[in-house]
């Protein structure tokens, strides 16, 4: 199987360095559109839905294979030894900035730089590290998300994304969920929500750009604070926001940060 058909890789664009944008839990690509179009104008372009999601090929669901984000990097390091050209630059959603985080300690050099989207190296408070959850508060989580994903992921939604006065983006991530296979889903939630990635943040040594919505219930301010303090080159970006995709529903914000940290890196 290819891995423009496993992945559903797009590519457009033309320019010297490429912009990857990799969307989180239960999304796909298409939660892009406000963002991904702007860059095709200076920069190649990919998008592409994590396996299991979107309109990836089922077929490629290994439950060994992504039973741990490595899984996922891997996947990530192919798309970019494919259909990378020049500098990569990687913009991922939640889950999907550590995805990033793991591919670039695998193989570095392959990702220039991070953008990290309301990332999370560890979603369960531990000691003076708050991350927002007890786990007994991702246990439950994960508990409802078993018995009952269908109505987890129609409760939830408008909630993770916020934007209380678009409730038009809470119904589109809801049906985000709703449309990947709900048994892909409750594992990819599970290796999400009990990852932890915190002892990888010293490691990476590229420039990472981290933007965080003010109100985020997902990750909250504490969570982008503490990686960049943790993080060798990291910058944290807040953008005047509710919820956890800002690249949805501050589009604007965003690109102008993502603008800005690109300027810096001269690219």
Known sequence: MSIARRNNV???GLGTATIIFA????????MWRLLAPQYARRFRV??????????SDLRAYDREKYNSLGGYADDLLEIIQECGSGPVILVG???SAMIGLVAALRAPGAIAAHVMV???PCYINDGDYVGGFSREDIDGLLDMLESNYLGWASNMAPAIM???ERPELGQELADSFCRTDPDIAKQFARVTFLSDN????PKLQEPTLIIQSTEDIIAPLAVGEYMQRVMPRATLTLVDNVGHCPHLSAPSASEQAIDRFITELGL
């Open 10 to 12: 797009k590519v457009s």
């Open 23 to 30: 969307h989180g839990f239960g999304c796909d690509q298409a």
């Open 46 to 55: 990919v998008t592409f839905d994590h396996v299991g999601s979107g309109s």
């Open 93 to 95: 959603h939640s889950v």
């Open 118 to 120: 309301g990332p999370s």
């Open 162 to 164: 916020g934007a209380p």
């Open 198 to 201: 915190r002892a990888d943040l």
